[in-house]
């Protein structure tokens, strides 16, 4: 089965910019999307097909796909934006859902 | 305005069978293109794709559960229901479910319910 790595942590100051990624083997030749998950909240979809974001999103958020990592950018990271973020895939061979283990972002 | 909502037992016993409920609004199910998932979240662990039910009634589930899961819809009353038999302590976690969009080469998880906390003890 179809395996998403993403680091356990990543911490960042506040206005600087966080990248999370999400590996995968050839997953740059998959559509990637990230969802935001707030303590005791549902996700929530903040970047989808890569690169592409949800109405209402913030251009602060932005995503890249290529060769066997995708990456989730946030820049000028705010307070606000501490939360898990997972990405995930759909695998067409076997019309599976995949989730990566999810990355905990701080905001020192 | 997309709603989902989802309703269950929040405590079941070991080898009983989980039944849960999504009830849903803002969208037909009978729409070409769209499905409804299920997701859960043990505590403090990552996400897990359980099942989904397309508008075709076409049904997928994931390989580890699929001999324990089953998904129906019913149209009528805007709500897809996920069974799973022979429940144990290591399914406790909060379920989700979600309205399911795209196409067959990148479905993803557009709406979500606020998840439903299932504790599997006895």
């Known amino acids: 089965s179809y395996v998403l790595t993403q680091p356990p942590s990543v911490s960042v100051a506040p206005g600087q910019t966080a990248r999370i990624t999400c590996g995968g083997n050839?997953?740059?030749?998959?559509?990637v999307h990230w969802y935001q998950q707030k303590a005791g909240q549902a996700p929530a979809l903040v970047v989808y097909?890569?690169?592409d974001r949800p109405s209402g999103i913030p251009e602060r958020f932005s995503g890249s796909n290529s060769g066997n990592t995708a990456t989730l950018t946030i820049s000028r990271v705010e307070a606000g934006d501490e939360a898990d973020y997972h990405c995930?895939?759909?695998?067409?061979?076997?019309?599976?859902?995949?989730f990566g283990g999810g990355t905990q972002l701080t905001v020192l | 305005q997309v709603t989902l909502r989802e309703s269950g037992p929040a405590l079941v016993k070991p080898t009983q069978t989980l039944t849960l409920t999504c009830s849903f609004s803002?969208?037909?199910?009978?729409?070409?293109?769209?499905?409804v998932s299920w997701i859960r979240q043990p505590p403090g662990k990552a996400l897990e794709w359980l099942a989904l039910?397309?508008?075709?009634?076409?049904?997928y589930y994931s390989t580890s559960l699929r001999t324990r899961l089953t998904i129906s819809k019913v149209t009528s009353k805007n709500q897809v229901v996920l069974t799973m038999t022979n429940v144990d302590p290591v399914d406790t976690a909060t379920y989700y479910c979600?309205?399911?969009?795209?196409?067959?080469?990148?479905?993803?998880?557009?709406?979500w319910g606020q998840g439903a906390l299932v504790t599997v003890s006895s």
């Open positions: 039910i397309d508008w075709d009634d076409d049904k």
């Open positions: 995930q895939v759909w695998e067409s061979s076997s019309d599976h859902a995949v």
């Open positions: 979600a309205r399911t969009t795209g196409n067959s080469g990148w479905l993803l998880f557009d709406y």
């Open positions: 097909d890569d690169s």
């Open positions: 803002g969208f037909l199910l009978s729409t070409s293109g769209m499905s």
């Open positions: 050839n997953i740059g030749s998959k559509s």
